[in-house]
């Protein structure tokens, strides 16, 4: 007992499947058991998508304070249109609609790196400034666009394989092989390494360059991916299908576990915290709050969370 | 080499002692843009250079120049403030209804807001906490209190501040006059007062700051607390221009406001800000998004664009300014 607790403790994201199996019960004591099994798989498609920005932004926000991608909305937005443009509704052009979203996020991920570099400025202002940007090209390009995804890729993204979304199974595959693409390759090391200590890095003779350059192309091609899978299931694109995930991929990867602060990130907790995130929103549905008090409370949680976490130990 | 000779005859003790000409240009960046994009409009449409075409243009300005000035403050601390356009909403939507038909329970409300974030400054401060996270809580926490105050677009500003907003100075317009002291009354705080100093050196070197005897939690607390009440004043000339509430009203200024002050030439980190940039910062935003694109017969869309390129042009060539500076 002592021993699960003291675990408990030196793994904070464990906090996050936690507060999901929290809210899940709440829900279903609130329903007297019914649609217990269908919350779970709403809950776990609609965590893909958070997971899936959740890895990009992970890794991104390991390589240190300021780095943070804040172009993921607007990125999903245009890889969206981009994707549903390009496949036309004709099942036959999925692949290279995927690869067009692809495409377009790494395009995306590549000038945000560009821009950190060449105008040496902080991450945060380089992604917003692209994200704006985007954005516009987003609107001028995706007006008036109603273009459905094939019949076949929106199926797709609703297949359940025994009752689970076979999107969910992909991306709980997915999201092990970023865990050990974080701790077992050297790729995953140098973004941990560069995390804690850039100057260290470097000298350690780690192409600290090269390392951010693919920490930002891999986020910006997860977004484009993001996007397209999200006009899939949610069958359209629009601007506005991102929106909601700049805040979303920043939860994640804090009630998570990884650190703001870089250098040390959690794989595990990222999809403990989007299912957290989701089945909150879901326990608050059920309860048939209004769209004011599911804001009001889904703020305080992340506050309340964080707090309770405490932030890094200063060091000196 | 003029300029070299001068800099060597200054005494050690002034302030600009070790000013040069890179680094005077950099000073003069947000000014120089803002000449630039004021250029383009003259020349695109001279009579948008006049008292009432200023009064047109730089309406909406202000409230953007509170809101870069609240986020200003923030940033001194080496902190972000992602929630700062969900604030300026929810004092918008306090505004156009209890502070209209209830002034009281709307003035307490408001002043409630700035303890707020006095506190949210020293929570941050105590548990040590990433202020990105805990402003993106509240983000979600004033969105929900803005929907549930005004569910729907509506409400109507108080008739004083309705008239105090249309005030028509002689001579200069009012938003050019409201810009000069709202950057008048920040400029004397934060760089001309011995307080100030500490403020800005809390974001400089808090080790420092707290081993010379001064509290970083009080800092700390002050400085959330000047972003609170410029955040309210935003919110309060928003609605006195636009005349009604909307939940939503303040939601691009969270972005908007961190521009602004970078685009006037802050960091984000150390502490280094100019209040007086990130005032000309905002006015730049708010010339360039909407009345420049007009005048050059773009669509709208292109809007958030025109603030994403500006943004960029600028940290390009404080680039290439601050490469010239460490060359020297």
């Not at chain 2, 909403?89 to 003035?107: E, H, K, N, Q, Y």
């Not at chain 2, 501040?161 to 002291?181: D, E, G, Q, R, T």
Request: a positive charge; hydrophobic letters at 55%.
């Amino acid at each position: 007992m002592m021993a699960a607790r003291r675990w408990l403790f030196a793994s904070p994201w464990m906090w996050s499947y936690l507060g999901a199996a929290l809210v899940w019960i709440a829900a279903i004591i609130f329903t007297r058991g019914y649609g217990a099994g269908g919350m779970l798989i709403a809950a776990l498609s609609l965590a893909v998508f958070t997971v899936v920005v959740g890895i990009g932004q992970m890794f991104v926000i390991t390589l240190g304070p300021g780095n943070v991608d804040l172009s993921l909305p607007a990125n999903i937005g245009l890889s969206s249109a981009v994707a549903m443009t390009v496949m036309a509704g004709d099942d036959r052009l999925v692949a290279i609609g995927l690869a067009a979203a692809l495409g377009c996020g790494l395009a995306i991920g590549i000038v945000n790196y560009l821009l950190i570099r060449a105008l040496s400025i902080p991450p945060i202002i380089a992604t917003l400034s692209a994200s704006f940007i985007i954005q516009s090209i987003d609107i001028s390009y995706g007006r008036g666009l109603q273009i459905k995804p094939p019949p076949g890729f929106a199926d797709f993204t609703n297949i359940q394989i025994l009752g689970i979304p076979l999107l969910a199974i992909l991306t709980a595959v997915f999201t092990v092989a970023a865990g050990i693409a974080l701790q077992r390759t050297v790729y995953g090391r140098s973004v941990l390494a560069i995390g804690q200590n850039i100057r260290a890095a470097r000298l350690a003779g780690i192409r600290v360059g090269w390392v951010r350059f693919a920490t930002y192309a891999l986020s910006g091609m997860l977004g484009g991916l993001d996007g397209a899978l999200l006009a899939g299931y949610f069958r359209g694109a629009n601007v506005d299908i991102g929106n909601e995930y700049l805040l979303a991929s920043v939860a994640v990867v804090v009630i998570g576990g990884t650190s703001v602060a870089g250098g040390k990130a959690n794989v595990a907790g990222l999809w403990g915290a989007a299912l957290f995130l989701v089945l909150l929103l879901t326990m608050l549905n059920t309860f048939g709050v209004s769209a004011g008090v599911r804001l009001l409370v889904t703020g305080f949680v992340i506050v309340a969370v964080i707090s309770a976490a405490g932030g890094e130990k200063k060091r000196d | 080499m003029t300029a070299k000779s001068s800099v060597a005859a200054r005494p050690a003790f002034m302030p600009f002692g070790k000013t040069d000409s890179p680094r005077l240009l950099r000073a003069l960046l947000p000014a120089l843009s803002l000449a630039l994009v004021l250029l383009a409009i003259a020349w695109l449409n001279q009579r948008a250079i006049s008292y009432f075409g200023f009064t047109l243009m730089l309406n909406l300005a202000i409230p953007i120049a509170l809101a870069t000035v609240a986020q200003m403050f923030i940033i001194t601390g080496n902190d972000l403030d992602l929630s700062i356009g969900a604030f300026v909403g929810f004092v918008g939507c306090v505004t156009a209804t209890w502070l209209r038909d209830t002034p009281i329970l709307g003035i307490l409300t408001l002043l409630g807001c700035v303890g707020v974030y006095a506190a949210l400054g020293a929570l941050i401060h105590w548990r040590n906490l990433p202020s990105i996270v805990v402003t993106l809580g509240m983000n979600f926490v004033w969105q929900g209190l803005a929907v549930l105050l005004l569910p729907k677009p509506g409400g109507r500003a108080p008739d004083w501040l309705l008239a105090s907003m249309s005030v028509k100075p002689p001579l200069v317009p009012f938003p050019v006059l409201a810009a000069l002291i709202i950057a008048a009354v920040t400029y004397f705080g934060l760089m001309r007062t011995s307080y100030g100093a500490i403020l800005r050196g809390s974001g400089g070197n808090a080790t420092a700051i707290g081993r010379a005897g001064w509290s970083l939690l009080k800092a700390k607390i002050v400085l959330y607390a000047c972003a609170g009440l410029f955040g309210v004043l935003s919110g309060l000339s928003l609605i006195g221009i636009t005349t009604s509430g909307d939940a939503n009203i303040g939601n691009g200024y969270t972005l908007l406001s961190i521009a602004g002050v970078i685009l006037g030439g802050g960091e984000f980190v150390g502490g280094r800000v100019s209040p007086i940039g990130a005032v000309i910062g905002a006015l730049t935003l708010a010339l360039a998004a909407s009345p420049l694109l007009t005048f050059m017969h773009l669509p709208p869309d292109w809007q958030v664009a025109a603030n994403g390129a500006i943004l960029i042009v600028v940290l390009a060539a404080r680039a290439l300014i601050s490469r010239r500076e460490v060359e020297q």
